[in-house]
């Protein structure tokens, strides 16, 4: 999939991979990991002003549209109301 440019104020985020270990070493069976919902922003839209290219973005839950890009496992969000920045 090739995109040449999002629209007004989506942003697209490369999601971070899942924790299959803790801390301690335990490895977590399948249905204890927890989908991340946190990853870098890969692509903004002409509009976004909050977040840039690079940045470390948390997101909500349940919301934007999972698509694979470049290989990659990422999410198109709305900058306003489905993310924040991560300082």
Same mark, same amino acid.
Not at 21 to 41: D, R
Not at 78 to 83: N, V
């Given at each position: 999939?090739?995109?040449?440019?999002?629209?007004?104020?989506?942003?697209?985020?490369?999601?971070?991979?899942?924790?299959?270990?803790?801390?301690?070493?335990?490895? &977590?069976?399948?249905?204890?990991?927890? #989908?991340?919902?946190?990853?870098?922003?890969?692509?903004?839209?002409?509009?976004?002003?909050?977040?840039?290219?690079?940045?470390?973005?948390?997101?909500?839950?349940? /919301?934007?549209?999972?698509?694979?890009?470049?290989? #990659?496992? /990422?999410?198109? &969000? #709305?900058?306003?109301?489905? &993310?924040?920045?991560? &300082?």
């Amino acid at each position: 999939m090739k995109i040449k440019q999002l629209i007004r104020s989506k942003v697209l985020v490369e999601i971070s991979e899942a924790v299959t270990q803790t801390a301690s070493g335990i490895f &977590l069976p399948g249905e204890a990991i927890k #989908k991340p919902l946190e990853g870098k922003v890969i692509m903004v839209g002409p509009d976004v002003q909050s977040v840039q290219v690079g940045d470390t973005v948390r997101y909500y839950d349940h /919301c934007g549209i999972t698509i694979e890009y470049e290989g #990659k496992n /990422c999410i198109f &969000l #709305k900058e306003k109301t489905e &993310l924040e920045l991560i &300082l």
